[in-house]
T-cell receptor, first 117, second 111 residues
Framework: GAVVSQHPSRVICKSGTSVKIECRSL??????MFWYRQFPKQSLMLMAT?????????EQGVEKDKFLINHASLTLSTLTVTSAHPEDSSFYIC?????????????FGSGTRLTVV | DAKTTQPPSMDCAEGRAANLPCNHS???????VYWYRQIHSQGPQYIIH???NNETNEMASLIITEDRKSSTLILPHATLRDTAVYYC????????????FGKGITLSVRP
């Protein structure tokens, strides 16, 4: 169980454009979605937490108007990086979780490598 | 801020046991100890977690001290594919409980 699908795995976009990243929970209902990003040689940093049907809660220093999170269903959440700039180049990782939270361990997507040129 | 401290790196020989230590001296009574690993350019992979009893699964064993202030992840027979960054994290298990990643320990398995 706990199968997560994250797409795309890799994307290159031009500065100023927007990029959408999808995260699907294939065999469980993701009541909560965590979005992380990871810069080279650094650890994962939580960006935001979203509950299905509610607005996301963003961590300090993360611009909510730049990183749009949609969690409209229990199996799909999207992260849109709007007006991307080179400094947004990073590895983005989703982590959907069900109502039991981490009781059975958290699952992560395979990540999306975003390069903004 | 991460609530755990781990050495930055260690290595072990292929086929030998890898013992990865973690200190979590400020752990609360309802916090679990989780271990994840991240192979380069992949998402973190769940390994094991426990509250106070030692745990074992097909991947590893988790030994938690009686006072719960430290733990050790044991990979019984390390292979080259176990080379990764290993993260020790403490957290409660509620639906909105988030994992805070520290720097982890880089395990290098040598042939």
């Amino acid at each position: 169980g706990a199968v997560v699908s994250q797409h795309p795995s890799r994307v290159i976009c031009k500065s100023g454009t927007s990029v959408k990243i999808e995260c699907r929970s294939l065999d469980f209902q993701a009541t909560t979605m965590f979005w992380y990003r990871q810069f080279p040689k650094q650890s994962l940093m939580l960006m935001a937490t979203s509950n299905e049907g509610s607005k996301a809660t963003y961590e300090q220093g993360v611009e909510k108007d730049k990183f749009l999170i949609n969690h409209a269903s229990l199996t799909l959440s999207t992260l849109t990086v709007t007006s991307a700039h080179p400094e947004d180049s990073s590895f983005y990782i989703c982590s959907p979780t069900g109502h039991r939270g981490g009781l059975y361990g958290y699952t992560f997507g395979s990540g999306t490598r975003l390069t903004v040129v | 801020d991460a609530k755990t401290t781990q050495p930055p790196s260690m290595d072990c020989a292929e086929g030998r046991a890898a013992n990865l230590p973690c200190n979590h001296s400020t752990i609360s009574g309802n916090e679990y100890v989780y271990w994840y690993r991240q192979i380069h350019s992949q998402g973190p992979q769940y390994i094991i977690h426990g509250l106070k009893n030692n745990e074992t699964n097909e991947m590893a064993s988790l030994i938690i001290t009686e006072d719960r202030k430290s733990s050790t992840l044991i990979l019984p027979h390390a292979t080259l594919r176990d080379t990764a960054v290993y993260y020790c994290i403490v957290s409660v298990t509620g639906a909105n409980s988030k994992l805070t990643f520290g720097k982890g320990i880089t395990l290098s398995v040598r042939p």
